[in-house]
């Protein structure tokens, strides 16, 4: 089901005309109001009247995260605080969350852009839908509630945590939708098993995943696992949250973006430079209906390229790839760019590891040392009775070979017993960097 058929099936000249015309509203707005965006205009060069086709958006400089803190917590509001009615932050554990702001009127759009990205999950009106994003400043939790209600279903605002009582809730609700972390889905899985019940046989029948990067294999394993359909789900807070862009389940190749009210580019990091569609690089969004807090190319840090091909769900939207990765999360091994998403994929083809994993980087004299370490499954881990089997070895051996043949790199591997990381409630910790550590 289609949620909003006029914005998401709209043919692509009539939606370059609807941006064009935010687009050109929202920077007139922003240089009028933001002292931050006309100084940076002026410094430019640019006026709002510049902009007088899509491509003239080229001629605007971007923010940052870094322009965000600077203007903690609330100066890059477009609004008096009065129009204000919620405010959100980043979920960055270290120093001051950057802030964002909505009014009731970026409300009301958040929680249609939700709806519309929960009915291209396969959600429907009447679903009873189990919300294990996390609620506080984090957008996951609300932004998915107002959506899922919006759209007609009724929401179990459970949040993260407490996983026992999450399985309960499930098999006496009978939801038909879970949103969640990925990593959080492995821990929800985990804990019905331990439960002794069979995670393929509950009420669930979708599942709208995201917030963190994931790779298609994990899809694979959270699908197998749940028999259900998994989809990404993308946002940013800085951005909206969590619906920014989302798969449809007809076709799960690529997210469509809600470019009614968000202007996609995709350049590169280091010289901004803007990329053709199909290209990989930094992606870079532009509100065209916030009130409270429009961000005028915003480099997101994530990586990921643009499709304009039409789907087969009926959407004419631009999608987004999967991303790849956060451009700060990008690991150079001896030369080489990889991010754990890549790691990922390939310890998620061995049945004996289980999809628990951390990257941990230590100092070695002047040299980096990359090392992978990975869980055995529970299964595996009672077949081989010790984790010091011999049969380890060529185990071993063979992820580092498929390891070096996809990805060009060389890692140190440490197989774990079961249960030795830590599991997550919201946002996976794929990488431990105990360089500076004394
Ligand atoms: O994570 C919003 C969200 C909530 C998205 C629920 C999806 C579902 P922030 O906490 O501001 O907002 O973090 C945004 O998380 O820049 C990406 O690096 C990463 N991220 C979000 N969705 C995905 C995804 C929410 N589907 C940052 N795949 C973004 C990969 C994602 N990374």
């Known amino acids: 089901m289609i949620f909003n058929v006029e914005m998401e099936t709209l043919p692509r000249e009539k939606m370059a005309e609807v941006q064009l015309k935010r687009l050109q509203e929202t920077v007139k707005r922003v240089y009028e109001r933001v002292p931050f965006h006309q100084k940076a205009f002026d410094e430019a060069g640019v006026k709002p009247e510049d902009i007088q ?56 759009n958040w929680s249609e852009i939700v709806a519309r990205a929960i009915c291209s999950a396969g959600g429907e009106p009447g679903d009873i839908f189990h919300n294990a994003y996390g609620y506080g400043l984090f957008t996951g939790g609300l932004g998915l509630h107002y959506g899922i209600e919006r759209m007609g279903a009724a929401v179990v605002p459970i949040s993260g945590g407490n996983t026992p009582r999450q399985i309960t809730l499930i098999e ?93 580019e995709i350049v590169d990091p280091n010289t901004g430079e803007v990329l053709p569609y199909g290209q990989e690089g930094e992606l870079v969004f532009t509100s065209l209906t916030k009130e409270a807090f429009p961000v005028i190319r915003y480099r ?41 998403t890549e790691i990922e994929a390939v310890l998620l083809t061995f049945k004996q590891l289980a999809p628990h994993y951390q990257v941990v980087i230590e100092r070695d004299g ?17 077949e081989i009775g010790s984790i010091d089997s011999p049969d380890l070895v060529p185990l071993k051996k063979a992820i580092g070979h498929d390891i070096k043949c996809s990805l060009g790199v060389t890692v140190v591997l440490r197989l774990l017993p079961p249960n030795s990381l830590v599991r997550s409630e919201s ?3 794929r990488i431990v960097d105990n360089r500076n550590k004394a």
């Open 53 to 108: 086709t899509l491509d003239d958006i080229q001629k605007l400089p971007f923010m940052k995260k870094k322009d965000l803190r600077e203007n903690y917590p609330f100066n890059l509001f477009a609004v008096d605080m009065k129009e204000v009615s919620r405010i959100h932050g980043s979920s960055g554990t270290k120093g001051k969350p950057t802030v964002v702001g909505y009014t009731k009127n970026d409300i009301e």
């Open 172 to 264: 006496d609700f009978q939801p038909r939708g879970l949103a969640a972390t990925p990593s959080y889905v492995l821990n929800i899985v985990e804990e019905m098993k331990k439960q002794g019940m069979n995670p393929r046989e509950t009420s669930l029948k979708y599942g709208i995943f995201g917030a963190e990067p994931w790779s298609e294999e994990m899809r694979e394993q959270l699908e197998e696992a749940l028999d259900i359909k998994a989809v990404d789900i993308y946002g940013l807070s800085e951005v909206m949250g969590p619906g920014v862009s989302i798969e449809c389940h007809e076709a799960q190749d690529g997210l469509h973006i809600a470019e009614d009210h968000f202007l996609a």
């Open 300 to 340: 997101t840090g994530d990586i990921a390229s643009l499709n304009p091909a039409p789907c087969k769900c009926g959407r004419t939207t631009l999608r987004m790839s999967r991303i790849k990765g956060r451009v700060d999360d990008m690991l150079i091994i001896r030369g080489v760019n990889v991010f754990p």
């Open 366 to 382: 002047a040299l980096d040392r990359f090392e992978v370490h990975c869980e055995l499954t529970p299964e595996y881990m009672s």
């Open 427 to 429: 946002k996976a910790m």
